[in-house]
């Protein structure tokens, strides 16, 4: 279902803002709540924790290593579930996720342009004609 996405009709979009209103007055928190919160607050989250397992891991293979090979497989296994998460939420955040992040960023900084995208500026078709 990629493609644009089909704006909503006039009454469609005052429906939504009567919800939307509604939802104000009557749970202020709630419409705050929602407003701040992202679709990738959950997994950039989650990144931080496994990222953080993955060190804690390594740690403690590389520590335990002298002491028995049972505790530095304890490490080693600690450091397997990490990366696995860390995968999953990859995934959870897949293409999508990346490219909104590099759109926000192009957005907030247009210095930051491709070379392929300077060749194709209108300022250069009209110095043609």
Excluded: C
Excluded at 11 to 37: C, F, G, M, W
Excluded at 79 to 85: E, H, N, Q, R, Y
């Amino acid at each position: 279902m990629q493609g644009s996405a089909m704006p909503l009709s006039d009454n469609e979009q005052r429906i939504l803002d009567e919800i939307e209103r509604h939802l104000h007055e009557t749970d202020p928190r709630l419409a705050k709540e929602v407003s701040e919160t992202t679709v990738y607050r959950h997994a950039i989250g989650s990144l931080k924790w496994t990222i953080f397992g993955f060190v804690v891991g390594l740690v403690v293979m590389v520590s335990t290593l002298q002491i028995h090979f049972l505790l530095a497989f304890a490490g080693f296994f600690i450091m397997l579930v990490s990366a696995l998460g860390l995968e999953r939420n990859l995934r959870m955040m897949s293409r999508v996720g990346i490219s909104k992040v590099s759109t926000a960023i192009k957005t907030a900084n247009p210095n930051l342009r491709r070379r392929g995208d300077d060749e194709d500026s209108p300022d250069d078709e009209t110095e043609s004609s």
